[in-house]
């Protein structure tokens, strides 16, 4: 990877971002700071923690810094269920997108493993001599 906007992950992070932050600012949920705050926290956590990742450089500390943007995604997740359920703002737009980045990191973390173990296709392992 060349450039972080070109990771889809960070670009997809940083839409879930500005659609939950954007849910706060409307009444009621803006009435209710301590879940506002947590969506807030949580969703501006999983760009950054994508980025951090990618700027440190080495594999091990991507998948780390992947994991947490993931424990993140989830969490925020959650928020938005419970502001959704507890009929504080209409969640199912930011709902659809962090589900999304969910699957994506995800799915990095799983290539970025393979990738740190070196594991490759059958056809392309060296057979002993």
């Not at 992070?13 to 600012?25: F, K, N």
């Not at 943007?69 to 938005?80: P, R």
């Not at 507890?86 to 930011?94: K, Q, V």
């Not at 997108?97 to 594991?119: A, K, W």
Request: proline share 5%.
């Amino acid at each position: 990877m060349r450039k972080l906007e070109s990771l889809e992950a960070w670009t997809c992070g940083r839409a879930v971002s500005r659609a939950a932050y954007r849910l706060t600012l409307d009444a009621p949920l803006s009435r209710h700071f301590g879940l506002s705050d947590q969506i807030r926290r949580a969703a501006a956590s999983i760009p950054a923690n994508i980025a951090e990742g990618y700027a440190l450089g080495t594999t091990p500390q991507f998948i780390r810094a992947l994991r947490i943007a993931l424990g993140s995604a989830t969490e925020l997740a959650t928020h938005l269920e419970l502001a959704r359920d507890l009929e504080l703002a209409s969640a199912d737009d930011a709902l659809t997108l962090c589900n999304r980045e969910i699957g994506l990191l995800i799915g990095l973390v799983f290539s970025m493993n393979r990738r740190q173990r070196g594991t490759r296709p059958p056809s392309l392992v060296p057979r002993p001599s």
